[in-house]
């Protein structure tokens, strides 16, 4: 679709107090303001759908925008105006032979994004019509109207985005839930926010809010994410390929980004069964600061207490935003977010008298795990002519603490600076650069009672040691539109990982047999390419390859629970897919990926903590490694979000494999396994395989702001539990789900 910008300007007449003098004389007609370098408008990058922004311009006598707000429009395409707009210049406005200042109005229109190129408004016919007075300039009735095509979606990933973000039947309004419905994503149990990612485990899933790491994205009871539904405007997933700006994780990437300040005073509120949020936002100081607080508080102990009276569930977080305009491209921002999740019990004996009678004693409840994380980051964002820089500062805190009784128990605790850079630049009509670096520091504590709770069981200080990390890294990549229909996208990153003993860390143990280093460092270098090819109007074709490493992690993510060993090496995925995109009738939009990913040195404690017998555990095996691969097909049909009917089909057909170390097959079912050092290795199915998933949901807007949804899920069963045993002692296979 071809961009066009139409200009159309009714200017008002201005007439002096003393409009016709004695002499009879009519002062000079005015000539509207004419645009130069104006109306250009970069597509939101974490926007879709379409939109109009009204916004009316005060335009000096130099022609020069001394002032820009917004009539009427929605975020994040109102910011986008108004950022714009204070860069555009205009030919003044002229009475006679003398230039004056001019107020007029532009209506911008913004279409899903083909292509980025703006092309100029005419110049108004100087003959147009004139009405109306205003002692400071013009004052326009009508309106200019501004075409915007902006930059495409990034390849290789799903969004969800502007008003679709609220209305996903299943997800309780929480954008960050959908992930579950996407394909490539393997749920370990219903109902529950982990999550398979094209065959790697949870924890090797990165999660980002504003472009700050953060260690989970759910709270534990029912999984609400732990931001307020209402600051969130827009989600990226993907499952494999993505840019070079994201690393240090080897399976997918979920990043959430925040909706940009409002210009006028709003708020929400919110009342579950379970919990309760607010938001509220309001601008002062003339638009130039913004103040946003958001947060919610859970009442699950009450509800939990109905049917466990000895267990209590708690939750609850907060986000809070200021942003302080410097000047129109100068911004400063201080957001901070953090996160509370507990689950406490209390314990029950029972007790004999000497006559024989018996008597309960209750104890007091105590925490039997508990965890936090906090983030405060500090961001310059400043807007140059063809792109953005981005300079942040970002302090964290996380922890969790495990707990058996009041007194025994094991706390983990990772404060953590970091600083990054990062922008992009548009260097012509063809390329576009964009870059970044940043350093992480990070200290691990473990804190134990005299008595402490194992973590796991094992010596949990050779796994989680105190210690203090460094992560540095570097990327770039060059977005080149090699013709109208090609897109490619070579980019580079590469990262050094260092890992070195706290000093009160006991050493003679662990480095003597070899399980720890005083120090190590590791280097990984990860290419990525994606290219996008546009056979035609209704056809895409879409390739990403990419390489990432990550150091050890756990299973799930744990906040401030990572596995310290970083002289075992790195896990590197290799990823790769081809897909095709497909535009359908009634606006839906079908594609089909296919995918192989493979994972070296990867730590899976499903495939590597089970033994012959299948139950027991050791500390060590968190960190061994086995080798994996996942591949299949993933299907998705989808119409926009915030259409009146809409309708979302996804289906993954997969298979998840993990090397054997000595196991071989017993009988057609792989639950029973024995250690056989002396036969070759074999690949089987992991434990979280699952061959089909299936997701379907539909919405209907009712009008009156009410909606109506459902949603279908469909998976088999895990290799490892293909059959059950029945009361007769028969064995019958287990149906899908």
């Given at each position: 679709?071809?961009?066009?910008?139409?200009?159309?300007?009714?200017?008002?007449?201005?007439?002096?107090?003393?409009?016709?003098?004695?002499?009879?004389?009519?002062?000079?007609?005015?000539?509207?303001?004419?645009?130069?370098?104006?109306?250009?408008?970069?597509?939101?990058?974490?926007?879709?759908?379409?939109?109009?922004?009204?916004?009316?311009?005060?335009?000096?006598?130099?022609?020069?925008?001394?002032?820009?707000?917004?009539?009427?429009?929605?975020?994040?395409?109102?910011?986008?105006?108004?950022?714009?707009?204070?860069?555009?210049?205009?030919?003044?406005?002229?009475?006679?032979?003398?230039?004056?200042?001019?107020?007029?109005?532009?209506?911008?229109?913004?279409?899903?994004?083909?292509?980025?190129?703006?092309?100029?408004?005419?110049?108004?016919?100087?003959?147009?019509?004139?009405?109306?007075?205003?002692?400071?300039?013009?004052?326009?009735?009508?309106?200019?109207?501004?075409?915007?095509?902006?930059?495409?979606?990034?390849?290789?990933?799903?969004?969800?985005?502007?008003?679709?973000?609220?209305?996903?039947?299943?997800?309780?309004?929480?954008?960050?839930?959908?992930?579950?419905?996407?394909?490539?994503?393997?749920?370990?149990?219903?109902?529950?926010?982990?999550?398979?990612?094209?065959?790697?485990?949870?924890?090797?899933?990165?999660?980002?809010?504003?472009?700050?790491?953060?260690?989970?994205?759910?709270?534990?009871?029912?999984?609400?994410?732990?931001?307020?539904?209402?600051?969130?405007?827009?989600?990226?997933?993907?499952?494999?390929?993505?840019?070079?700006?994201?690393?240090?994780?080897?399976?997918?990437?979920?990043?959430?980004?925040?909706?940009?300040?409002?210009?006028?005073?709003?708020?929400?509120?919110?009342?579950?069964?379970?919990?309760?949020?607010?938001?509220?936002?309001?601008?002062?100081?003339?638009?130039?600061?913004?103040?946003?607080?958001?947060?919610?508080?859970?009442?699950?102990?009450?509800?939990?207490?109905?049917?466990?009276?000895?267990?209590?569930?708690?939750?609850?977080?907060?986000?809070?935003?200021?942003?302080?305009?410097?000047?129109?491209?100068?911004?400063?921002?201080?957001?901070?977010?953090?996160?509370?999740?507990?689950?406490?019990?209390?314990?029950?004996?029972?007790?004999?008298?000497?006559?024989?009678?018996?008597?309960?004693?209750?104890?007091?409840?105590?925490?039997?795990?508990?965890?936090?994380?906090?983030?405060?980051?500090?961001?310059?964002?400043?807007?140059?002519?063809?792109?953005?820089?981005?300079?942040?500062?970002?302090?964290?805190?996380?922890?969790?603490?495990?707990?058996?009784?009041?007194?025994?128990?094991?706390?983990?605790?990772?404060?953590?600076?970091?600083?990054?850079?990062?922008?992009?630049?548009?260097?012509?009509?063809?390329?576009?650069?964009?870059?970044?670096?940043?350093?992480?520091?990070?200290?691990?504590?473990?804190?134990?009672?005299?008595?402490?709770?194992?973590?796991?069981?094992?010596?949990?200080?050779?796994?989680?040691?105190?210690?203090?990390?460094?992560?540095?890294?570097?990327?770039?990549?060059?977005?080149?539109?090699?013709?109208?229909?090609?897109?490619?996208?070579?980019?580079?990153?590469?990262?050094?990982?260092?890992?070195?003993?706290?000093?009160?860390?006991?050493?003679?143990?662990?480095?003597?047999?070899?399980?720890?280093?005083?120090?190590?460092?590791?280097?990984?270098?990860?290419?990525?390419?994606a290219t996008r090819v546009s056979a035609n109007g209704w056809l895409t074709w879409i390739t990403t390859f990419?390489?990432?490493?990550?150091?050890?992690?756990?299973?799930?993510?744990?906040?401030?629970?990572?596995?310290?060993?970083?002289?075992?090496?790195?896990?590197?995925?290799?990823?790769?897919?081809?897909?095709?995109?497909?535009?359908?009738?009634?606006?839906?939009?079908?594609?089909?990926?296919?995918?192989?990913?493979?994972?070296?040195?990867?730590?899976?404690?499903?495939?590597?903590?089970?033994?012959?017998?299948?139950?027991?555990?050791?500390?060590?095996?968190?960190?061994?490694?086995?080798?994996?691969?996942?591949?299949?097909?993933?299907?998705?049909?989808?119409?926009?979000?915030?259409?009146?009917?809409?309708?979302?089909?996804?289906?993954?057909?997969?298979?998840?494999?993990?090397?054997?170390?000595?196991?071989?097959?017993?009988?057609?079912?792989?639950?029973?396994?024995?250690?056989?050092?002396?036969?070759?290795?074999?690949?089987?199915?992991?434990?979280?395989?699952?061959?089909?998933?299936?997701?379907?949901?539909?919405?209907?807007?009712?009008?009156?702001?009410?909606?109506?949804?459902?949603?279908?899920?469909?998976?088999?069963?895990?290799?490892?539990?293909?059959?059950?045993?029945?009361?007769?002692?028969?064995?019958?296979?287990?149906?899908?789900?």
């Open positions: 679709m071809k961009l066009f910008i139409a200009l159309f300007f009714t200017a008002s007449l201005l007439l002096a107090r003393a409009a016709l003098a004695d002499d009879g004389v009519v002062p000079p007609p005015l000539v509207a303001p004419a645009a130069k370098q104006a109306g250009t408008v970069g597509y939101p990058e974490r926007a879709s759908g379409e939109a109009v922004v009204v916004v009316e311009l005060r335009i000096s006598d130099a022609g020069f925008v001394r002032d820009a707000h917004v009539i009427s429009g929605d975020e994040p395409f109102a910011s986008a105006t108004l950022t714009a707009a204070y860069g555009w210049t205009f030919t003044p406005a002229r009475r006679g032979d003398t230039e004056v200042a001019a107020r007029i109005r532009m209506r911008v229109e913004f279409h899903p994004p083909v292509v980025e190129n703006v092309v100029a408004p005419p110049a108004p016919d100087a003959g147009a019509p004139l009405v109306g007075v205003g002692d400071s300039g013009v004052k326009s009735t009508g309106v200019e109207d501004v075409v915007v095509h902006g930059q495409r979606v990034e390849v290789g990933v799903t969004r969800i985005g502007g008003g679709e973000v609220r209305q996903i039947p299943g997800a309780f309004g929480d954008a960050f839930r959908a992930i579950e419905a996407l394909p490539g994503v393997t749920p370990i149990v219903s109902g529950l926010p982990f999550f398979f990612v094209r065959g790697a485990p949870p924890g090797n899933t990165g999660y980002f809010l504003d472009g700050v790491r953060v260690p989970l994205l759910y709270h534990l009871a029912l999984g609400p994410s732990v931001v307020h539904p209402g600051l969130i405007d827009s989600v990226d997933f993907y499952p494999g390929g993505y840019p070079a700006r994201y690393g240090r994780y080897a399976g997918g990437i979920l990043d959430g980004q925040t909706l940009s300040p409002a210009r006028k005073v709003h708020g929400e509120a919110n009342v579950r069964i379970f919990d309760t949020g607010a938001l509220i936002e309001a601008p002062l100081l003339d638009g130039k600061l913004t103040v946003l607080a958001a947060g919610r508080y859970s009442y699950t102990a009450a509800i939990v207490q109905l049917v466990a009276k000895d267990t209590k569930v708690a939750y609850w977080d907060y986000q809070t935003r200021l942003q302080y305009k410097l000047t129109p491209h100068d911004r400063v921002t201080l957001f901070w977010f953090g996160s509370y999740d507990e689950i406490d019990q209390r314990p029950r004996s029972r007790q004999l008298a000497q006559d024989g009678s018996a008597s309960e004693r209750v104890g007091e409840f105590f925490p039997v795990f508990k965890t936090e994380f906090h983030r405060m980051d500090l961001r310059y964002d400043h807007d140059t002519r063809g792109g953005r820089v981005r300079l942040a500062l970002t302090l964290g805190i996380e922890g969790s603490l495990a707990g058996e009784n009041a007194t025994q128990f094991s706390q983990v605790y990772d404060k953590t600076l970091g600083l990054r850079v990062e922008g992009e630049e548009r260097l012509s009509d063809t390329w576009k650069l964009r870059y970044g670096t940043d350093v992480i520091l990070s200290h691990y504590s473990l804190d134990e009672s005299d008595t402490a709770v194992s973590i796991q069981s094992g010596s949990a200080s050779s796994l989680y040691p105190d210690r203090n990390d460094v992560m540095i890294g570097a990327y770039g990549d060059a977005v080149l539109k090699a013709s109208k229909r090609v897109e490619v996208i070579p980019g580079l990153r590469f990262d050094v990982f260092t890992s070195r003993l706290g000093a009160n860390q006991p050493r003679s143990s662990l480095l003597s047999n070899g399980s720890l280093l005083d120090a190590s460092a590791e280097v990984g270098v990860d290419p990525r390419l990419g390489v990432s490493h990550q150091p050890p992690s756990l299973f799930v993510p744990v906040p401030g629970l990572d596995i310290g060993r970083l002289n075992t090496g790195l896990q590197t995925s290799l990823q790769a897919s081809q897909g095709f995109e497909v535009k359908l009738p009634l606006d839906f939009t079908g594609t089909a990926t296919g995918f192989l990913h493979d994972y070296l040195g990867l730590t899976d404690a499903t495939a590597t903590c089970i033994n012959a017998d299948n139950q027991s555990v050791s500390s060590n095996c968190l960190d061994e490694r086995v080798r994996g691969r996942a591949f299949g097909l993933e299907l998705l049909i989808k119409r926009d979000l915030t259409k009146r009917f809409t309708g979302w089909l996804s289906y993954t057909l997969s298979r998840s494999t993990r090397e054997t170390h000595g196991y071989i097959k017993v009988g057609r079912s792989f639950g029973a396994l024995s250690p056989t050092a002396s036969l070759p290795t074999l690949d089987i199915p992991s434990e979280f395989d699952r061959t089909h998933v299936f997701n379907i949901m539909g919405s209907f807007d009712l009008g009156l702001n009410w909606r109506v949804g459902a949603r279908f899920m469909f998976y088999t069963g895990r290799p490892y539990t293909q059959q059950i045993t029945t009361p007769g002692g028969s064995t019958v296979p287990l149906p899908p789900f």
